[in-house]
């Protein structure tokens, strides 16, 4: 496995869970990622967003456990890439938060599972996938526009229309 549990890394996020309840979907805090590194602040406990390598890590997470039941099952579409990706843009359109738990730390040793080979070529499976996510979800540009507009009703308390925009 490519994935080191600190002790204590569980309860830090359990104690983030118990105090924010409108959290949805939990990720620990990696030291050696320099994604993560970059959102680091002493005395921040976590930090909200969804945001690939940074406040959303795929290789770790936890979930409450109605989260599953309110965005159904994870795609099996897709064959190893952009699932993080798909994951956060579902949580963004049930409205679902998620955070990276700083006190919660799981080191992610990178790559150790890419490697494996399934019948066909690492680029014949990003392609695959890419087109996937594409056909799902919208081009990059148009998902910046959604993404761009999310924030601006989320910004005047309306985040909930976000449903209507995935």
Not at 61 to 84: A, G, V
Not at 104 to 109: E, G, I, M, P, Q
Request: charged fraction near 20%; include cysteine; aromatic fraction near 16%.
């Amino acid at each position: 496995n490519d994935i080191v549990f600190e002790k204590g890394w569980a309860s830090a996020i359990v104690s983030v869970m118990n105090e924010r309840s409108d959290i949805a979907c939990f990720c620990p805090y990696d030291p050696g990622s320099e994604y993560q590194q970059s959102l680091f602040s002493p005395g921040i406990k976590y930090k909200t967003g969804y945001g690939i390598k940074y406040e959303f890590a795929g290789w770790c997470y936890l979930l409450k456990r109605n989260t599953m039941s309110l965005i159904s099952n994870f795609d099996e579409r897709f064959s190893f890439y952009f699932q993080d990706d798909d994951f956060c843009m579902t949580l963004k359109k049930f409205n679902l938060k998620n955070a990276v738990v700083f006190d919660s730390v799981v080191r992610h040793l990178g790559h150790q599972t890419s490697t494996i080979t399934e019948g066909y070529s690492y680029n014949q499976r990003i392609i695959n996938d890419r087109n996937v996510y594409h056909a799902k979800w919208g081009s990059q540009r148009s998902i910046s526009l959604k993404n761009k507009l999310f924030k601006v009703l989320r910004s005047v308390g309306l985040g909930f229309m976000g449903k209507y925009l995935y």
